[in-house]
């Protein structure tokens, strides 16, 4: 099983929350929503070899590793759009999943880009 290195992000991951706010830190600027939007499909060798998988049963590592992948992307891509937009931090940050057509998904990662400054 290959592992994909995360890409690098803009803003130090530790400022990127779920949450609507940061422990010790005040938010002083809401900057308005950011996003990471990555559109993947399939591969027609990794479905193959992932219908294989299913035969045995259990973690099917070619979909996980190519969920992981498009995650991280999105997630760096917010974290660019974060930075560009002079934020420090990210609140309320999540993902959402859409299927565009068969085989083909949209992964897009969004929040509330903000400046903090510690209390």
């Known amino acids: 099983m290959s592992t994909y290195p995360p890409p690098q992000v803009a803003l130090h991951p530790a400022a990127i929350t779920t949450a609507l706010e ?17 559109v993947r499909s399939r591969n027609v060798f990794a479905t193959i070899g992932a219908g294989l998988q299913t035969l045995v049963g259990g973690d099917i590592t070619l979909f996980t590793e190519l969920c992981e992948k498009t995650r991280q992307d999105s997630f760096a891509m917010m974290s660019l ?8 931090a990210v609140i309320a940050f999540r993902y959402d999943a859409n299927e565009i057509m068969q085989g083909v998904t949209e992964v897009l990662a969004y929040g509330t880009a903000v400046i903090v400054e510690k209390i």
């Open 22 to 38: 940061l422990p010790g830190y005040r938010i002083v600027q809401n900057l308005g929503v950011v996003r990471g939007i990555v």
């Open 81 to 88: 759009h974060a930075s560009q937009m002079g934020a420090n």
